[in-house]
Structure formats: C-alpha cells, structure tokens
C-alpha cells in the first residue's frame, strides 16, 4: 500500500484559540494529533476525563468519540492535524491501528514528532511530509506497545540507497526512486537506513546538500549559485533547510567565519 502524493497536499491542519464553552461530543475518521501551545485542553475520551497541557502531545484514535473545552476562563491554544490511518498504515505495513490509550503523552520523540506534522509547511513538500510521517507512525507505534518481528537490516539496499544520495540527484528525489533503484520496498528501507546510518534517506540527502553548499559558499559562490549547485529548488528553499539543520542562515553562517 502507498500514499498517493497528491494526497500529503489536501491533509487539515488548524490552529486555534478557544475561550468559549468548547466542542460538544464528535467523531473524525482521522487520526487527531495536536500540541497544546496554551493554558489545559480537558475533554472527555473512552470513558475518563482527560487533560492536555502545552509541551504534551495528544492522539485520538480514529472513530472515537470526544470533546475538548478549556479547564478555566483563560481558554486554550492548540495546533492540530488530522492524519488519515492509511497514511500510518502505509508506513507500518498494515499491522493493528496502533492505539494509544491514554491520549496524551509526554514522550519527548512522539511530542516532536506530532510538533513536525502540525507545523504549516510540512505538507507543502510531499519529501519532508514522508518523512515526517515515518517519525510519527514509528513513535505512535512505540508508544501504543504495538509489537512487530524484528528483521536483519539490507545492509546492501542501504549502501546502495546512500551511494545514488551521495551523488546529489537532481531535482525532486522521491522514496520510490530510491525503491527502483534498491529493489526494496520504500518503507522497509526508510527503517532499515535509520538502523543502519541513524537518519532517515530524506535527511541524509539534505545533510549532502547543505555540505555541498557550504564548499561552494566558502569557495565565494553566491547563495543563489550554492543553492542552485546543491540541488535546492531555490534560494528561498535552500535558506529555510539551511537554518532548520545548521541553526544560523547562509549569510549569518560565512558572516561568523564558523569554518
């Protein structure tokens, strides 16, 4: 099973303050996943009155009926997506919907994970949807308890995915290339190279094109050069990646002589 990519564009994500009375008992056929940013979310879930204060990551299972109000007059913020369970079972390989039972947790990696996927920007490129995706099937999985066989990683598939990563491929390089390319089913080898090399094929890449641009920077290139050279769709795109994995801009980056 796959996610079609037209599909990671129509997923919803809202972010809202909510000082009223609250939502009255419904139902999604989605996944809810959400960050309190502000004051305590409590609703009501299988049975039990729940609360969920900002840092906390919240998961609704699908079809389970619920409703949310703030715990005081200050009201609530909260920032949410609503992931449909193919998209998680694409990931996992069709194994039991992981449930989480208890609806909020303090587990630091499903908590960052839930914070990627509700971030704006995350489904305006299908790549960075995949694999932020895979971190949040993997952490829903983990932190249900949901079990799987383990299996010996395709040290081969790995090294041949991280070869044709290493020559920067041009353009859009999507998971199922690196599947023609491997043999291997894309997912399989996402798991298999996060063993192996300790980061998903989406991240290596950008770890090599931040490299590349950061040689062609020192050696006087413009930024608009070094992004085009490093296979970045522009100097906007190759900015907003150089920052989230090197923590200053490009310009800031050469201005502090850090190399």
């Not at 303090?106 to 996927?117: K, N, P, Q, W």
């Not at 070869?163 to 390319?181: A, K, R, S, V």
Request: net charge neutral; proline share 5%.
């Amino acid at each position: 099973m796959q996610c079609p990519r037209n599909e990671f564009h129509l997923i919803e994500r809202a972010s809202n303050n909510i000082n009223h009375s609250g939502f009255s008992p419904h139902r999604h056929d989605t996944y809810t996943v959400a960050l309190t940013t502000r004051g305590t979310q409590t609703f009501n879930y299988r049975g039990a009155l729940r609360r969920s204060l900002p840092g906390q990551a919240l998961i609704l299972h699908p079809d389970e009926l619920h409703d949310g109000k703030p715990c005081d007059e200050a009201g609530f913020g909260y920032c949410v997506a609503y992931i449909p369970p193919s998209h998680i079972q694409t990931i996992l390989g069709c194994v039991d919907l992981p449930f989480v039972a208890e609806a909020v947790s303090s587990d630091a990696a499903l908590v960052a994970a839930v914070a990627r996927v509700v971030a704006p920007g995350c489904a305006d490129d299908a790549n960075d949807y995949q694999d932020a995706i895979f971190e949040l099937a993997c952490a829903i999985e983990r932190v249900s308890g949901l079990r799987r066989p383990r299996h010996r990683p395709d040290i081969k598939a790995v090294l041949t995915a991280q070869q044709y990563l290493d020559e920067l491929p041009e353009g859009g390089t999507h998971l199922e290339q690196m599947e023609n390319i491997t043999g291997r089913d894309r997912w399989n080898l996402c798991r298999d190279f996060r063993r192996i090399l300790g980061t998903s094929p989406y991240r290596y890449l950008q770890y090599r094109r931040i490299a590349h641009a950061k040689k062609l920077l020192r050696a006087g290139e413009s930024f608009a050069e070094a992004a085009y050279a490093s296979g970045f769709a522009d100097q906007s795109h190759f900015t907003r990646i150089f920052r989230n994995f090197v923590g200053l801009t490009p310009a800031s980056w050469r201005a502090s002589a850090l190399f």
